[in-house]
C-alpha cells in the first residue's frame, strides 16, 4: 500500500546534527513532491517546506533557513531532512507527507520522528 | 505569508452536529484542507478542495466555504472523533500549500 515510514526517534546533544529519512513505498516516489511539517510538544504543525522529487529543488519556509537542509535518494525513494547545529527548541516531531497536487492537499503521511535535543 | 485562523477548543455532544471553522484571506482565492490528529498520531486528511472526502473518511464528515472562512462539519460526532483538527491552505502567493491554523481540540461528550 501505499505509505511513507520514517526513521526511529532521535536523542541528540546540542551542536550536534540529525539526519530523519522518509522512505516512500507504493506509488511512483517522483511523481509527487515531499514537504515537512514540524510539530513542538503540544504545540501545532507548521510547515517546514518541501522538496521537487524530480529536481531536487528544495524549498525553505521562513524560519528554516541556514541549518535545515532537505535532500533525495530518488534510487531508494527516500527523502531526508538533516538538521545541523541543533539547539534544544528543535525538540520536536518531524512528518514527512506527500503532496498531493491534483488534491491541494498532504494525502499521506509518515508516522513521525521525534528528536530530542538535551544536554 | 498569510493566516489561517482556528477556534482553539469546541465541544459537541454525541451525536450532535459540530462545525469546525477557519478564517484566513487565503480561503476567498484557495480551498482549505483538513487534518484530524489524534493524541500520539500523525496527522490524517479528511477533507479536500471544494468537499471532497478520501477513501475510508466516513461521510459525516463534509467541508464549505464561504467568503474568507472555511468550515468543517462533522453530522453526528462519534466518540472516536475527539481529536485536534487543523485547517491547510496556499500562502498569500499562492505557491505553497504553506500556512496551518492553530488547530482546534474537538471533545465528544
Known amino acids: 500500500q501505499v505509505q511513507l515510514v520514517q526513521s526511529g526517534s532521535e536523542l541528540k546533544k546540542p551542536g550536534a546534527s540529525v539526519k530523519v529519512s522518509c522512505k516512500a513505498s507504493?506509488?511512483?516516489?517522483?511523481?509527487?513532491?515531499v514537504t515537512w511539517v514540524r510539530q513542538a510538544p503540544g504545540q501545532g504543525l507548521e510547515w517546514m517546506g518541501w522538496?521537487?522529487?524530480?529536481?531536487?529543488?528544495?524549498t525553505y519556509a521562513q524560519g528554516f533557513t541556514g541549518r535545515f537542509v532537505f535532500s533525495l535518494d530518488t534510487s531508494v525513494s527516500t527523502a531526508y531532512l538533516q538538521i545541523n547545529s541543533l539547539k534544544a527548541e528543535d525538540t520536536a516531531v518531524y512528518y514527512c507527507?506527500?503532496?498531493?497536487?491534483?488534491?491541494?492537499?498532504?494525502?499521506?503521511w509518515g508516522q513521525g520522528t521525534m528528536v530530542t535535543v538535551s544536554s | 505569508s498569510s493566516e489561517l485562523t482556528q477556534d482553539p477548543a469546541v465541544s459537541v455532544a454525541l451525536g450532535q452536529t459540530v462545525s469546525i471553522t477557519c478564517q484566513g484571506d487565503?480561503?476567498?482565492?484557495?480551498?482549505a484542507s483538513w487534518y484530524q490528529q489524534k493524541p500520539g498520531q500523525a496527522p490524517v486528511l479528511v477533507i479536500y478542495?471544494?468537499?471532497n472526502r478520501p477513501s475510508g473518511i466516513p461521510d459525516r464528515f463534509s467541508g464549505s466555504t464561504s467568503g474568507n472562512t472555511a468550515s468543517l462539519t462533522i453530522t453526528g460526532a462519534q466518540a472516536e472523533d475527539e481529536a485536534d483538527y487543523y485547517c491547510?491552505?496556499?500562502?498569500?502567493?499562492?505557491?505553497?500549500?504553506?500556512?496551518f491554523g492553530g488547530g482546534t481540540k474537538l471533545t465528544v461528550l
Open positions: 507527507a506527500r503532496d498531493a497536487n491534483w488534491a491541494d492537499a498532504f494525502d499521506i
Open positions: 507504493g506509488y511512483t516516489f517522483t511523481s509527487y513532491a
Open positions: 522538496i521537487n522529487t524530480n529536481t531536487g529543488n528544495p
Open positions: 487565503s480561503l476567498r482565492s484557495f480551498y
Open positions: 478542495g471544494k468537499n
Open positions: 491547510n491552505s496556499r500562502d498569500s502567493s499562492g505557491n505553497h500549500l504553506g500556512v
